[in-house]
């Protein structure tokens, strides 16, 4: 069974870095085709993408916020580590990571953690 | 602005059937990408009730029905019941952007 958890920083303060971790269970991101990847909520509004990464290391990033996140993984903790730079208040959402399943046409996401909500203010 | 569009808010009363559009571009649903539907609960994860345009993952009710064609996307729901209210999200990939897409997600209301 498929279990991811997130966990960081519940505030953050405009400027600083906010690095969440999403450690899983019952995958291993060293196995050919695997992928986690991080999408956030704002307060009432709607999910949006922010990074994804694969079993080969391979990346792809949101293109609006590609210059302010870096992800990365830890095959031998399970774990997956998210990083933002230069947050603003507009950052605050919940932050969920889930895991990736592919289609002979695309990509979805068929297990997700139960989410973290990260507020960003001074 | 979601690259996918969806109506904000549904409605049905219980026993009907409800249908919820999700229409995208030449990039994603019309270049051929499948479509997959969440359902999310007011504090909650999302969760996967429909995927690759009309398969359902184990445990979703059989209640839950998708299609797609061209540039549009659709999730049905027939014999609404009170349990399913929720909001519902689209999901594809866009080749203009590289990555995942969401709709702006709707609001289904069971009166």
């Known amino acids: 069974q498929i279990t991811l958890k997130e966990s960081g920083p519940t505030l953050v303060k405009p400027t600083q870095t906010l690095t969440l971790t999403c450690t899983f269970s019952g995958f291993s991101l060293s196995t050919s085709g695997e992928g986690v990847g991080w999408i956030r909520q704002p307060p009432g509004k709607a999910l949006e993408w922010l990074t994804l990464?694969?079993?080969?290391?391979?990346?792809r990033y949101s293109p609006s916020l590609k210059s302010r996140l870096s992800i990365t993984k830890d095959t031998s903790r399970d774990q997956v580590v998210l990083t933002m730079t230069n947050t603003d208040t507009v950052d605050t959402a919940t932050y969920y990571c889930?895991?990736?399943?592919?289609?002979?046409?695309?990509?979805?996401?068929?297990?997700w953690g139960q989410g973290t909500l990260v507020t960003v203010s001074s | 602005q979601s690259v996918l569009t969806q109506p904000p808010s549904v409605s049905g009363a219980p026993g009907q059937r409800v249908t919820i559009s999700c229409t995208g571009s030449s990039s994603n649903l019309g270049a051929g990408y499948d479509v997959h539907w969440y359902q999310q609960f007011p504090g909650a994860a999302p969760k996967l009730v429909i995927y690759a345009n009309n398969n359902r993952p184990s445990g979703a009710p059989d209640r839950f029905s998708g299609s797609k064609s061209g540039t549009s996307a659709s999730l049905t729901i027939t014999g609404l019941q009170a349990e399913d209210e929720a909001d519902f999200y689209c999901q594809s990939f866009d080749k203009s952007l590289s990555g995942a897409v969401f709709g702006g997600g709707t609001r289904l209301t069971v009166l």
């Open positions: 889930a895991h990736r399943r592919i289609t002979a046409a695309g990509q979805y996401f068929d297990r």
């Open positions: 990464i694969y079993w080969d290391d391979g990346k």
